[in-house]
T-cell receptor
């Protein structure tokens, strides 16, 4: 199974940078995903890491260290529309169906 | 690409009735779809994995006779909540894989169905 931890809530100012950490403990590992979810809506895919290092995609970057069981999602130049819950999800290596286990989500509040 | 739809988006039903939720992959074939449930301010909990042409695989603690899953084609999976009760009220979300299992495989989510059982 997986044990996935991320902070419950973070607050930041418009234009600032926020880093959301995610730690996981798994028996196997085959990729880590970050999703964004606005209230009452389904999650939307943000990023995917399977190898160590940084993946950059516009204002969003995601980092992975497999040896430390650690990832972070970096949001730059925050905008009001970035206020949402950010979900960290891990795929188990042994699962041929690609099942994901989700963390509880980090609620990011962007203030003016 | 990779669009997943769900129907209905919202449903209110009386206790004891059954509700069917459809999940469709609109522009790709999905051999595997997943059904999740999400309670307010909580994360997504995987209920079952739905494979086209075979029986669904349920997660521990999920009653297969209460949550009937049918994956009739490569683009359609249905979840039927049988004899619904108020505690079944939740946000039900499906997702579909866009490729066979591999490093680049990604799950895409439907817009969700909000179920309220009175």
């Amino acid at each position: 199974g997986q044990n996935i931890d991320q902070p419950t809530e973070m607050t930041a100012t418009e234009g600032a940078i926020v880093q959301i950490n995610c730690t996981y403990q798994t028996s196997g590992f085959n990729g880590l995903f970050w999703y964004q979810q606005h209230a009452g809506e389904a999650p939307t895919f943000l990023s995917y890491n399977v190898l160590d290092g940084l993946e950059e995609k516009g204002r969003f970057s995601s980092f992975l260290s497999r040896s430390k069981g650690y990832s972070y999602l970096l949001l730059k130049e925050l905008q009001m529309k970035d206020s949402a819950s950010y979900l960290c999800a891990v795929r188990d290596h042994g699962d041929s169906w690609g099942k994901l286990q989700f963390g509880a989500g980090t609620q990011v509040v962007v203030t003016p | 690409g990779a669009v997943v739809s769900q129907h209905p988006s919202r449903v209110i039903c009386k206790s004891g009735t059954s509700v069917k939720i459809e999940c469709r992959s609109l522009d790709f074939q999905a051999t595997t779809m997943f059904w999740y449930r999400q309670f307010p301010k909580q994360s997504l909990m995987l209920m079952a994995t739905s494979n086209e042409g075979s029986k669904a695989t349920y997660e521990q603690g999920v009653e297969k006779d209460k949550f009937l899953i049918n994956h009739a084609s490569l683009t359609l999976s249905t979840l039927t909540v049988t004899s619904a009760h108020p505690e079944d009220s939740s946000f039900y979300i499906c997702s579909a894989r866009d490729a066979p299992s591999g490093p680049q495989e990604t799950q895409y989510f439907g817009p969700g169905t909000r179920l309220l059982v009175l």
